[in-house]
């Protein structure tokens, strides 16, 4: 019942803005979209995360379409710490129902110098 | 603030064992959820526990179960191993069960079945 399709790999120049995409067309519309990263097989790292509108903070931009059903990840100014497996995480459910994180398979993003 | 622990970090056990993997969530977090990473199927759900009581559960057998403490401590039990169990098994914490739920990974127990 994967919720999340995200590219295989993806290669970015230092420097560059790297565009991570996302496709959740099955997303309710209660359901969040995060965005994490794991680096070498270390706990997985919060990017961000939205529900509709399009959120930014220090380390990245979502961009989520208006009919919800995709996302982009936008990392400004790509560096070499920022290779790593990124994942798009439909969250389903609320403090009420209980939580499940459902995890797409990641894009494995390599910035090149 | 110290970030999740999770106890013991490399677990190599036999088949049929059992095993228990302990963790430690963020100092004022009171939710837990576990999840397990393989190569094959990836990161995957198994529970979440928020006051000690479990709110969510993965679609994993009945082998699988936790259980969480007053201190907001976790423990995960796996019963009568088998080789597929082989993974990296991670907890994350959070402070609530609602509203932003902002994740934090430990940096998991990998376990290993022979």
């Known amino acids: 019942d994967a919720k999340t399709t995200q590219p295989p790999s993806m290669d970015c120049a230092e420097g560059r803005a790297a565009n991570l995409p996302c496709n959740h067309s099955?997303?309710?519309?209660?359901?969040?979209v995060y965005w994490y990263r794991q680096i070498h097989s270390q706990g997985p790292q919060y990017i961000i995360h939205?529900?509709?509108n399009n959120e930014t903070n220090e380390m990245a931009s979502l961009i989520i379409t208006e009919d919800r059903k995709s996302s982009t990840l936008i990392l400004p100014h790509a560096t070499l710490r920022d290779t790593a497996v990124y994942y798009c995480?439909?969250?389903?459910?609320?403090?009420?129902?209980?939580?499940?994180?459902?995890f797409g398979t990641g894009t494995s993003l390599t910035v090149i110098p | 603030k110290a970030g999740v622990t999770q106890t013991p970090r490399y677990l190599i056990k036999t088949r049929g064992q059992q095993v228990t993997l302990s963790c430690s969530p963020i100092?004022?977090?009171?939710?837990v959820s576990w999840y397990q990473q393989t190569p094959g199927q990836g990161l995957q759900f198994l529970f979440e526990?928020?006051?000690?009581?479990?709110?969510n559960k993965g679609n994993f057998p009945g082998r699988f179960s936790g259980r969480q403490f007053s201190n907001s401590r976790s423990e995960m039990n796996v019963s009568t191993l088998e080789l597929g169990d082989s993974a990296l098994y991670l907890c994350?914490?959070?402070?609530?069960?609602?509203?932003?739920?902002?994740?934090?990974f430990g940096p998991g127990t990998r376990l290993t079945v022979t």
């Open positions: 994350a914490s959070s402070t609530s069960s609602g509203g932003a739920y902002e994740q934090y």
């Open positions: 099955t997303i309710s519309g209660n359901e969040y």
């Open positions: 939205g529900l509709k």
């Open positions: 995480i439909v969250r389903a459910g609320n403090s009420n129902t209980g939580n499940q994180f459902y």
């Open positions: 100092s004022g977090h009171r939710s």
């Open positions: 526990y928020f006051s000690e009581t479990q709110r």
